[in-house]
């Protein structure tokens, strides 16, 4: 064996990658001093693109094929090294090969709420997740922004900043949409497009592209939610009259399959309450939703009691009290109140004198009868 046949043994004959993995992005060719021989074989299935690197410089990207390292072949590295000298020695290049297939399932959400202005409920918060995929458009962008010498890049390395561009377009978009939260349902298709639309603007100079997007749910914080099923809750009832009634007596049934006394005792309670509640929303109906068995009206209820006051009298800078009317009129018999004292109650308008106040004055005035003869 010959030296030349020596040496141009010793280095690699055929280049290829076979991806066994499913987040790998990118996979660097990796030679002891990186010498690749002349003419050996590089091999790019589908799905992948290779970047050939040359002392530091990018110089060709191959798309699938099978490839001949030669001169004739790649006309960029022709200005960049001479292969013409010597016994064709291997010259020392990178291969990177570049996972061009899409990378689905990727889940990205907000990890807080996002604030907008709803034209139904006013000043609203909402959260919203999804899944999304991406792909590699220009593998020789992704290699010198995003990659760089890294000899194998995945997937999750750049999630996390897509999920960032992913929620910072949402928010913007949904904020500036306009769209009633309870129509967003409806909407989330074209939704979808345009938040697509606007991160593949950002994400293209990282050379990727999101071929999709989709949105899974919009959510409303969960006292916004109960407050929605509550007022969904109300539509069904309908009559809210005949609710009541249908509500008491699914508790009178309920009370009486259940043979623990305290238990039937507040069943008992709440069907009274329900009952009463469902006369009062329909005073014209009986107690089982029908019409009274008098024709005449029901009598109008009593009006409430009067409240009476009660008094605190100031004397000497110190306040005393609170005595009922009929204390300060016990006061007023033995002399202990006067005319001139001041008193106060609530409502009243600042400190007045006894004799000032109407419901006091009469207390001054009423005398006893004389007193029978002996």
């Known amino acids: ?50 970047v050939f690197i040359h ?43 570049v996972n061009t297939t899409r990378f689905s399932n990727l889940k990205w959400g907000t990890k807080n709420p996002i604030m907008l202005r709803d034209p139904e409920f006013g000043p609203t918060r909402l959260r919203a997740f999804g899944t999304y995929t991406v792909k590699v458009a220009d593998p020789a962008r992704f290699l010198a922004e995003i990659v760089g010498t890294d000899g194998e890049f995945t997937m999750d390395e750049i999630s996390f900043q897509i999920r960032n561009i992913i929620v910072q377009a949402f928010s913007r978009i949904i904020a500036g949409a306009g769209i009633p939260v309870l129509d967003m349902a409806a909407n989330t298709a074209d939704l979808g497009k345009l938040v697509a639309s606007e991160i593949s603007k950002v994400v293209a100079e990282y050379g990727l592209t999101i071929p999709e997007f989709y949105i899974e749910n919009i959510s409303l914080p969960p006292a916004v939610e109960e407050a929605l099923d ?39 309670l709440g069907m009274g309450m329900g009952m009463a509640m469902a006369q009062q ?31 605190h009298i100031a004397e000497k800078g110190e306040t005393r009290g609170p005595y009922s009317r009929a204390a300060m009129g016990r006061m007023a018999a033995d002399g202990t109140l006067s005319r001139t004292a001041y008193v106060w109650t609530a409502g009243q308008d600042g400190w007045k004198r006894a004799e000032d106040v109407a419901e006091l004055a009469q207390l001054f005035t009423i005398l006893p009868p004389p007193p029978p003869e002996a």
């Open 1 to 50: 064996m010959g030296i030349f046949d020596f040496l141009t043994g010793e280095f690699i004959d055929v280049i290829h990658w076979t991806d066994d993995t499913r987040d790998t992005m990118v996979w660097r060719f990796e030679r002891e001093g990186h010498e690749i021989k002349y003419g050996a074989k590089l091999t790019v299935r589908e799905g992948q693109a290779a």
């Open 55 to 97: 002392e530091g410089q990018l110089a060709d990207v191959f798309t699938p094929g099978l490839y001949m390292l030669e001169t004739n072949n790649m006309p960029v590295l022709t200005t960049l090294n001479h292969w013409d000298h010597g016994f064709r020695s291997p010259f020392k290049s990178e291969i990177y090969f």
């Open 230 to 268: 509550k007022r969904t809750s109300m539509g069904l009832a309908g009559d809210l009259g005949k609710f009541t009634q249908y509500s008491a007596a699914e508790a009178m049934t309920a009370a009486s399959k259940n043979p623990s006394g305290g238990a039937g005792i507040g069943a008992g």
């Open 281 to 311: 929303l329909n005073p014209q109906q009986g107690p089982w939703g029908a019409a009274p068995a008098s024709s005449e009206a029901a009598a109008p209820p009593p009006p409430p009691p009067p409240v009476e006051h009660v008094w």
